[in-house]
């Protein structure tokens, strides 16, 4: 589909974000209200995960014009993991040009669960969706550098300037989701039999465990998010990360696949683009406003977090930021919070 439309002017959303000190009473009340929520399981595929806190919650929202309001455990370090898809996405769309990677990769929803090997046979070897496993593996392999150490330096150091501060691997969980991975090797292998990626299928693995093990907090995918919402620019370092159309190109992905099998329903209730990961991230962008950050390791059947998927559906409403709304969002007026649709 060629819509030739990239030289018109797009607008943002419309309505504003209300005061800081309303942000803050609105995240407090998102917390409050979904701590004590107990469904989900932590996700334990990836061994060392299976150790980690269930009570652990953080939420932060963070404004285009660098304002950040967390509550909880905003500031609790956790592996990024499927959340880094959407920042290497915009990296080599950067790098490599909107049309390329979408021949490579595609645009799509799978219909089918992130690390599905059918989804990539069903489809002759093309991958579809660059935030599912096979899609994600195949982006990392169009990272710039000669060699996978120049990849991983490149994917580092391009994902810190999103998140505004400098991000570190955790070795433990890289090391041990590596010896854990046959499964994305076998993807990978899959997509090289394809003719779909042209590097080393297992260094490409390895490029992107590393990248999914990266320590980011709930503020961290917050900043993250909000250089997205702010035409590619970091609110809190003010520099320019990606230009504005690869902004609009990953938000657009996110839109419809960010939350694999669930991301209809999502769009439905919630109406943002959003990535979620395993290790119980979400991040959520409001294009033109912020994005907000929430970190709570129990998952539903997805692999979405639980607790994280009602705060920012609370969030959304409250603080007016659905995309498909067409009137003005006034906060003063919004709609009472008893009449919201919980997200099963
Ligand atoms: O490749 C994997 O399976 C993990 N490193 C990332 C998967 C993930 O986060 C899926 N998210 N909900």
């Known amino acids: 589909m060629d819509l030739d439309v990239t030289d018109v002017e797009q607008q943002v959303s419309t309505g504003v974000l209300p005061g800081a000190s309303r942000i803050d009473e609105l995240v407090d009340d998102a917390h ?4 004590d929520l107990e469904d989900g399981r932590v996700a334990d595929y990836i061994p060392v995960l299976a150790g980690v806190d269930p009570r652990l919650f953080g939420l932060c929202v963070a404004e285009v014009g660098g304002g950040l309001h967390g509550a909880g455990d905003a500031g609790v370090e956790f592996s990024v993991q499927s959340i880094s898809k959407a920042f290497v996405y915009a990296l ?17 929803n799978t219909g089918l669960p992130f690390n599905s090997v059918m989804a990539v046979e069903l489809n002759d ?35 810190s300037r999103f998140a505004g501060r400098q991000l570190e691997l955790d070795g433990e ?14 993807i990978a292998r899959l997509l090289q039999s394809y003719g779909r990626i042209d590097v080393d299928p297992l260094d490409a693995v390895d490029v992107y465990t ?13 900043v993250m998010g909000a250089t997205l919402a702010d035409g590619g620019v970091n609110p809190l370092t003010g520099e320019r990360v990606v230009s504005a159309q690869v902004c609009r190109d990953t ?30 991230g ?18 539903d059947p997805a692999g979405n977090s639980v607790r994280g998927q009602r705060a920012v559906a609370h969030l959304s409403r409250s603080l007016g930021l659905n995309v498909f709304a067409s009137s003005v969002h006034v906060p003063e007026r919004a709609e009472p919070l008893e009449r919201q649709v919980p997200l099963a």
């Open 32 to 35: 409050a209200r979904y701590r």
């Open 251 to 280: 938000l657009a992905v996110l839109a419809s696949t960010g939350m694999y099998e669930r991301s209809g329903e999502w769009l439905f209730e919630i109406g943002l683009p959003a990535k979620s990961g395993v290790a119980g």
């Open 210 to 222: 590393r990248q999914c093990a990266l320590r980011v907090s709930a503020q961290d995918l917050a």
């Open 282 to 299: 979400i991040v959520a962008v409001a294009p033109g406003k912020g994005a907000i950050g929430t970190f709570s390791p129990p998952l």
């Open 173 to 186: 969980v890289y090391r041990s989701e590596s010896e854990t991975n046959a499964r994305n090797k076998a």
């Open 92 to 108: 080599v769309c950067e790098a490599a040009g909107h049309e390329g990677v979408r021949d490579r990769v595609g645009v799509n």
């Open 125 to 159: 070897g093309h991958p579809m969706n660059p935030m599912v496993n096979a899609g994600a593996i195949a982006t990392t392999a169009l990272v710039p550098g000669t060699t996978p150490a120049e990849q991983w330096e490149n994917v580092r150091t391009g994902l």
